[in-house]
């Protein structure tokens, strides 16, 4: 089965994002980026801007999801995850299926542009569309949506540290509408839904209706001179539930969880 590309080991990770927690800023063990890009680069693209906007703790991955569907044991290991999609899934009914199951057990999911697609390509199925795990109706891809427009909930940590954003020259989004239940936080300027959540199941789904790969890959995809790499990163962030800062008795137990690592770790070599 295929395994994701690893950037560090998640203990590491999880002992800075005590450290980060501990001086108040949000922090995130791991996320996965769970793509199906045409873009030969898109992976690593999405993987690149999410790491360098330094709010995820450190470790951003990737699985590929044209060759293979993730195993709930494998998505476990990762506190939020981004899916997306411009070639068909694998399986659109397993990665929905799992997507939900990893739901079911407390992980957030981060639905962006094509996932949310109804052509011949497909997009997610399953579980997660079946039983209103997803955020948008599925509906076919559009061009020229714009840029970042009117914010419903301008005071959002969605929408924290995004000061603009550029869909590019082709400007690709999903022709969705809200599924209910659901909150609205931002949209286009042509006035398609770009950004919105669900907050019903056991975690959050966030839906944001924009392509991930940028104008590094491909010219008219989305400008990297404005915010969409911020708005990904709030994004995995608010589903993963780590931009809440602990109360001061939860640091506490990260430290004592931190000290206990640190001492079965030295318990493993011994």
């Given at each position: 089965m295929t395994r994701p590309t690893r950037t560090l080991p998640r203990l590491r990770a999880l002992l800075a994002a005590t450290a980060l927690?501990?001086?108040?800023?949000?922090?995130?063990?791991?996320?996965?980026?769970?793509?199906?890009p045409r873009q030969p680069n898109g992976l690593a693209d999405v993987q690149a801007k999410l790491s360098d906007t330094g709010l995820l703790?450190?470790?951003?991955?990737?699985?590929?999801?044209?060759?293979?569907?993730?195993?709930?044991?494998?998505?476990?290991?990762?506190?939020?995850?981004?899916v997306f999609s411009d070639a068909r899934y694998a399986s659109g009914t397993l990665l929905g299926n799992v997507l939900a199951d990893y739901v079911d057990a407390g992980g957030g999911v981060v639905e962006a542009a094509f996932s949310h697609y109804s052509g011949p390509l497909g997009g997610l199925a399953g579980r997660f569309v079946t039983q209103n795990y997803?955020?948008?109706?599925?509906?076919?891809?559009?061009s020229s949506c714009g840029?970042?427009?009117?914010?419903?909930?301008?005071?959002?940590?969605?929408?924290?540290?995004?000061?603009?954003f550029s869909g590019g020259a082709s400007a690709y989004c999903n022709r969705v509408n809200q599924k209910a239940g659901t909150t609205l936080v931002a949209s286009?300027?042509?006035?398609?839904?770009?950004?919105?959540?669900r907050l019903d199941h056991n975690a959050p789904v966030v839906g944001l209706n924009m392509y991930p790969v940028s104008s590094d890959v491909r010219s008219d995809f989305w400008d990297?001179?404005?915010?969409?790499?911020?708005?990904?990163?709030?994004?995995?962030?608010?589903?993963?539930?780590?931009?809440?800062?602990?109360?001061?008795?939860?640091?506490?137990?990260?430290?004592?969880?931190?000290?206990?690592a640190g001492?079965?770790?030295?318990?493993?070599?011994?």
């Open positions: 927690c501990a001086t108040g800023l949000a922090a995130q063990a791991a996320v996965l980026i769970l793509g199906a703790g450190g470790v951003v991955d990737v699985f590929n999801v044209a060759g293979d569907t993730p195993t709930l044991a494998l998505l476990s290991a990762y506190d939020s995850v981004l997803d955020v948008y109706t599925t509906a076919f891809g559009q840029a970042l427009g009117a914010t419903t909930l301008a005071a959002s940590p969605l929408l924290d540290g995004v000061d603009s286009w300027s042509n006035g398609e839904e770009l950004l919105a959540y990297t001179s404005t915010d969409g790499a911020r708005l990904m990163a709030n994004a995995l962030a608010f589903a993963g539930r780590l931009n809440q800062v602990p109360e001061p008795d939860s640091l506490a137990l990260l430290g004592i969880a931190t000290v206990a001492i079965a770790l030295r318990r493993r070599k011994a």
